[in-house]
Every structure is written in structure tokens, then in C-alpha cells.
């Protein structure tokens, strides 16, 4: 059984992808999923068999196509009636302690680490040892100078 022109494939199957896709996605994005469907069907309909079932290959692609669409919506930055006047303060370092902020960021990456994990985390230095590696003498040592580094550099009295 030979396969018919892709044009009267469109022309057979069009209408059915548009309702499979409508169902999925909705109406607002329905075209959008229904052009990638077709799109990504021409491209893959010399090699599909002569004796594929042409119905469930449609459906299959223009479910994979509704789901990309529906993908993508979530990425999609969602419109506000406004815009905040300033930008969130929240979660960034640099904004609660900049002082203190610089002082970390200064310090090789290995006294960071244990200073962060042993003092903010409470990781006692053999977990500390097994998550960065190295011995738990070295994670207690480095944990000790970046210490010794932030009291040497971060101001005792800020005003």
C-alpha cells in the first residue's frame, strides 16, 4: 500500500489534528500546535512505511507538538499590570551584608565551601570531607582559615 501526497494528507487529517490539539493546548495556541505538527510530519513523511497507520502517526506527532506548546507556555514570562518599582531583594547576598558578601567571595573556593557547610550548615568536617573531598584534618583546617580570613578582612563594627 503506497502512502498518499503529503497535500492530501493535510487535506484528510488536518481537521482531526486541529481538534486533538484544541483538546490539549486549547484554542489560543491550537494553530501553533497544528503548524508544528505538519511541519515536523512533512520532514518525516518520506521515510514513515507505506503501511503505517497514517491517523495514529498524526496523533502521535501532534501530541509531541501540544506538549512542546505546552512546555513552552510554562517558560513563557507571564504580563503584569505593573512593574514593581525596584527589583526583589530577596535571595541575593549582596544585598543583605555587602560587606560581609565580599568578604566570602574573596576566599578560595575550598574555605568558602567549609565555611558555609560547618558554620551555616552544621556539617561536622567528616561530611564536609566526604562531600568536597580530602581528609576531615583539611576541611577543619580550611574551615579555620577562611575564618581567620573573614575576621582579618569583614569590619568588627559597621555603621
Known amino acids: 500500500m503506497s502512502k498518499p501526497p503529503f ?3 493535510v487535506t484528510d487529517h488536518g481537521p482531526m ?3 486533538v490539539v484544541r483538546a490539549v493546548v486549547g484554542p489560543h495556541d491550537a494553530e501553533d500546535a ?3 505538527t505538519f511541519l515536523a510530519a512533512l520532514k ?3 521515510e514513515l512505511p507505506g503501511d503505517a497507520d497514517l491517523t495514529a ?3 502521535t506527532v501532534a501530541h509531541r507538538k501540544a506538549i512542546d ?3 513552552a507556555a510554562g517558560r513563557r514570562a507571564v504580563p503584569v499590570a505593573a512593574l514593581p518599582e525596584r527589583p526583589s531583594r530577596t535571595g541575593r547576598p549582596e544585598d543583605w551584608d ?3 558578601w565580599a568578604a566570602l567571595k574573596a576566599l578560595p573556593e575550598r574555605q568558602r565551601q567549609t565555611v558555609a557547610y560547618h558554620y551555616l550548615a552544621g556539617l561536622p568536617y567528616k561530611e564536609i570531607a566526604a562531600l568536597i573531598g580530602g581528609s576531615t584534618d583539611a576541611a577543619r583546617r580550611a574551615a579555620a582559615d577562611g575564618i581567620r580570613a573573614l575576621r582579618g578582612s569583614y569590619p ?3 555603621s
Open 7 to 9: 497535500e492530501q494528507l
Open 44 to 46: 518525516a513523511y518520506p
Open 57 to 59: 502517526w498524526l496523533v
Open 34 to 36: 497544528w503548524s508544528e
Open 156 to 158: 568588627r563594627e559597621r
Open 98 to 100: 555587602p560587606d560581609l
Open 69 to 71: 506548546v505546552v512546555r
Open 17 to 19: 489534528v486541529l481538534r
